[in-house]
């Protein structure tokens, strides 16, 4: 990827400002949209401080780095190929979303994602949809190796009450979980805050500042030895929806998700655990248009259910 590095010294006019709103004005051209997204990818920094949060406050004095990439169409184009479908109604759909697949274009991944899917079943959908952007009827999204119940809008009102809903906290999200040793305690949860990793952009981490609150509950279904491996199945929900939470909750309890090579679960450590292995099982939300609580749950992936099988077996 193309990328500018630029450096500023923040002046006494911008003390107090936005880091967002004082880019804009040291940037002019660049949109605040593209300019906030860049912060909240950990792209400025001072020092060695990221600065992650677009409403942070400058300082005079401070000197902020900017890694500036490259501006890249938002505008996704149709591909023709279909995802299972676990519900459909004229406003709302639930597919089964594949392991591998990234949910919305975005910088490195232009195509192949779930809403180039949606723009070839649905020619109609950009035009429907209240935003035109890359991320249209994405109400809320799954790590590109994590499978499962994914919930996409089909109409603009539909788009806005399934927003607030899981924005609200008025949705139940249960995952399945094979993690690395054994939880000493068989149930428990997790609540801290989770931020932009310090010095890996790419992770986010617990912190103790400019995170956000992020709160997993998850209970012990089997534990035993694969592949000379011990490992764990666990089953976690989330109360939250902080990027990678469920991997960064379990890592930080010393209990990394199998296969999730970035926080720690080995993929060599058992046969078949060539992804991170976590699938989004069940998901509970309000109706759009009535109001009136549905479920939904995804089978397990083969990968999965290969090395549950295994460990139920012992």
Not at 16 to 28: A, E, H, N, Q, Y
Not at 181 to 186: A, D, H, I, N
Request: net charge positive; aromatic share 4%.
């Amino acid at each position: 990827m193309n990328e500018k590095l630029l450096t500023f010294n923040i002046e006494q006019m911008d003390a107090g400002t936005r880091l967002d709103r004082c880019l804009s004005r040291l940037i002019p051209g660049s949109s605040r949209s593209y300019l906030q997204k860049i912060i909240k990818d950990g792209l400025v920094q001072c020092g060695d401080e990221v600065l992650d949060i677009p409403r942070y406050p400058v300082r005079a004095g401070m000197t902020v780095t900017v890694r500036l990439p490259e501006e890249e169409s938002t505008e996704p184009v149709p591909e023709p190929f279909e995802f299972p479908i676990l519900y459909e109604d004229d406003v709302m759909l639930v597919i089964d979303k594949p392991a591998g697949v990234v949910v919305h274009p975005a910088a490195g991944n232009p195509n192949g994602t779930v809403v180039n899917a949606l723009l070839s079943r649905y020619p109609q959908f950009m035009s429907e949809m209240a935003c035109q952007n890359a991320r249209p009827g994405i109400v809320h999204r799954l790590d590109k190796d994590t499978s499962g119940c994914l919930c996409i809008a089909k109409t603009a009102s539909a788009q806005f009450k399934l927003s607030s809903a899981f924005a609200g906290r008025e949705t139940s999200k249960t995952y399945v979980a094979l993690v690395r040793g054994v939880p000493v305690r068989p149930q428990g949860e997790i609540c801290n805050l989770i931020g932009r990793h310090p010095v890996n952009r790419q992770k986010m981490a617990v912190v103790e500042r400019n995170g956000k609150q992020a709160i997993s509950r998850y209970s012990l279904i089997a534990s035993g030895v694969v592949d000379g491996a011990e490992i764990s199945l666990l089953h976690v929900k989330i109360l939250t929806g902080r990027t990678h939470q469920i991997r960064v909750h379990l890592a930080s309890i010393g209990h990394p998700v199998l296969g999730d090579t970035l926080y720690g679960g080995s993929r060599t450590a058992v046969s078949g655990a060539d992804r991170q292995m976590l699938h989004a099982w069940k998901l509970e939300l309000p109706h759009p248009a009535t109001g009136e609580n549905i479920r939904f749950q995804a089978p397990l992936p083969a990968d999965m259910s290969i090395i549950i099988d295994r460990l139920m077996q012992k």
